[in-house]
């Protein structure tokens, strides 16, 4: 019997964590941010940066589930909704940081359009790092345990415990 822990590789440590989610959340965010400039010339920038926003974190959220946080195989639609959900606060992030440009500066320039993109983009991938990592491809430590066949059925007997016992317990087992 296959379990959830033999399909799924070991979870990386935090700090390898974040190194993957910056090589791969980078590289498609900086492909990203010269896509959004380039499409831009022919549509607005709004629409591009939205259109651009679907495409990179459908792609990213791929990357990050089989390489990242080491899920081991494709993200699951729930995987891909959640992630979506940190896209649109992501998509939030730049937009406003580009009008906000817009109002300060008459006719800015490319170079500072892309150092104010970026570095909202960079604000907002730390941000969504947190959200992956913790929410969307976190384990259960229920996922973790493996299951046990017996010859006959265990049955358990559960004793009530009044709920400061309740508690200690639940504090113990976390």
């Known amino acids: ?33 010269f896509a959004v400039a380039a499409l831009a010339s022919w549509i607005s920038w709004a629409l591009a940066n939205a259109l651009i926003t679907v495409v ?4 990213a959220t791929e990357l990050h589930a089989r390489f990242t946080f080491g899920a081991g195989g494709r993200a699951t639609r729930r995987q891909h909704l959640q ?46 790092f947190a959200v992956l990592r913790l929410v969307v491809f976190a384990r259960n430590r229920s996922q973790a345990v493996v299951p046990v066949r017996t010859a006959r059925p265990v049955h358990a007997t559960v004793a009530r ?3 400061p016992a309740a508690l200690a317990m639940l504090l113990r087992a976390a």
Do not use: K, W
């Open 161 to 163: 415990a009044s709920a």
């Open 83 to 128: 992630s979506a959900g940190s896209a649109v606060a992501a998509y939030s992030v730049t937009s406003v940081a580009m009008l906000v440009l817009q109002l300060l500066v008459a006719a800015p320039g490319a170079v500072l359009q892309q150092i104010v993109y970026l570095s909202a983009s960079a604000l907002a991938g730390v941000a969504r």
């Open 56 to 59: 990179s974190t459908l792609l």
């Open 1 to 33: 019997m296959e379990t959830v822990q033999s399909r799924q590789q070991a979870a990386p440590s935090a700090f390898i964590a974040f190194a993957r989610f910056v090589l791969f959340g980078g590289g498609v965010g900086l492909g990203s941010s």
